[in-house]
T-cell receptor, first 112, second 113 residues
Framework: DAGITQSPRHKVTETGTPVTLRCHQTENHRYMYWYRQDPGHGLRLIHYSYGVKDTDKGEVSDGYSVSRSKTEDFLLTLESATSSQTSVYFC???????????FGEGSWLTVV | QQQVKQSPQSLIVQKGGISIINCAYENTAFDYFPWYQQFPGKGPALLIAIRPDVSEKKEGRFTISFNKSAKQFSLHIMDSQPGDSATYFCAASPGGSNYKLTFGKGTLLTVNP
């Protein structure tokens, strides 16, 4: 258990509505990440954070924003959800040694 | 541009056999190469990782072989067991730190009893 909690774990939402996914860690790690997983695409980095209020884009950041106001929380927001954002979203953290990324259990998001 | 290419997409092996999954990368700045194992409904979990200063790393039944000149690395699972049935992802990161991993598309391994 890497001390990562994602919420909600499952959500169905309508196109055009805003959605926020939360990642909470208990280990005080500096780096946190949001990935999405889709069949045939593997895991793709959406955004990551290297400290409070310090974030940067990944390879599939369009349509997503993030915020990190506290070390332990990293929020992913879909401002206006689209069907193409139906996916499994994984939060991840980097341990202090920098050698291991741990993933959360995932959040299943369906946009109808 | 796909920076890490993984093959095969799926693999079926008999119990006791050897499972081999291959990955190739393009970015010569990559300096850390982990493999992740994922069971249905779960997040990926680190299985084994290698840095390019060695050509092979073994942990139990799992071995990574690394060929720096060919920019390829592979995962070998010896004596494959039904419990090894999962999706496996290779990944790569630059500069010795893994703060930004690039993943392959995954291989679904099925080990038949």
């Amino acid at each position: 258990d890497a001390g990562i909690t994602q919420s909600p774990r499952h959500k169905v939402t309508e196109t055009g509505t805003p959605v926020t996914l939360r990642c909470h860690q208990t280990e005080n790690h500096r780096y946190m990440y949001w990935y999405r997983q889709d069949p045939g695409h593997g895991l793709r980095l959406i955004h990551y954070s290297y400290g409070v209020k310090d974030t940067d884009k990944g390879e599939v950041s369009d349509g997503y924003s993030v915020s990190r106001s506290k070390t332990e929380d990293f929020l992913l927001t879909l401002e206006s959800a689209t069907s193409s954002q139906t996916s499994v979203y994984f939060c991840a953290i980097n341990d202090h040694s920098g050698n291991t990324i741990y993933f959360g259990e995932g959040s299943w998001l369906t946009v109808v | 541009q796909q920076q890490v290419k993984q093959s095969p997409q799926s693999l079926i092996v008999q119990k006791g056999g050897i499972s081999i999954i291959n990955c190739a990368y393009e970015n010569t700045a990559f300096d850390y190469f982990p493999w992740y194992q994922q069971f249905p409904g779960k997040g990926p979990a680190l299985l084994i990782a290698i840095r390019p200063d060695v050509s092979e790393k073994k942990e139990g039944r799992f071995t990574i072989s690394f060929n720096k000149s060919a920019k390829q690395f592979s995962l070998h699972i010896m004596d494959s067991q039904p419990g090894d049935s999962a999706t496996y992802f290779c990944a790569a990161s630059p500069g010795g730190s893994n703060y930004k991993l690039t993943f392959g598309k995954g291989t679904l391994l099925t080990v038949n009893p």
